[in-house]
């Protein structure tokens, strides 16, 4: 069984710009959102919208759109159970490098850390009022 968790995980796991470029989906940036020619009807203007923010889609010329799951469920005319299953099985390539982001954001933390405390040792003052009752270590 999928819990609603994994389905979650599933939808948000997805990038699905990419995704859907993967699976030819020609798709341009249009301020926030992304357009492009729908794949489910004969498009004529690129009426398919993709909201990467929500990573979700819609197509106002044939009226289809959902999520990650939806778009595997009709790109490869299939359920939703298999559209899950095929989805929970995505090639690494295609998760969202959330880890990366990660790892970046802590090192920056990090030095952004260490610079606010060699400016602190460098500056001589005790300026900060709101410090002075607090301090109690002993210096030296
Ligand atoms: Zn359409």
């Known amino acids: 069984m999928i819990s609603q968790d994994e389905i979650e995980a599933i939808k948000h796991g997805v990038e699905l710009v990419s995704f859907m470029k993967?699976?030819?989906v020609e798709l341009k940036q249009v301020g926030e959102n992304y357009r492009g020619f729908c794949p489910f009807h004969e498009d004529t203007t690129p009426s398919l919208t993709v909201n990467p923010k929500e990573n979700l889609w819609n197509c106002f010329g044939c009226g289809t759109g959902g999520d990650v799951i939806r778009f595997v469920e009709l790109i490869h005319g299939v359920d939703f159970k298999e559209a899950v299953r095929r989805l929970a099985e995505r090639p690494p390539s295609?998760?969202?490098s959330?880890?990366?982001e990660d790892r970046k954001?802590?090192?920056?933390e990090k030095k952004e850390r260490a610079q606010r405390g060699r400016q602190k040792a460098a500056g001589s003052g005790e300026q900060n009022s709101e410090d002075r009752g607090q301090k109690s270590e002993k210096t030296g």
Do not use: D
């Open 22 to 24: 993967a699976r030819g």
């Open 98 to 100: 959330q880890r990366t």
């Open 105 to 108: 954001a802590a090192v920056k």
């Open 94 to 96: 295609e998760v969202r």
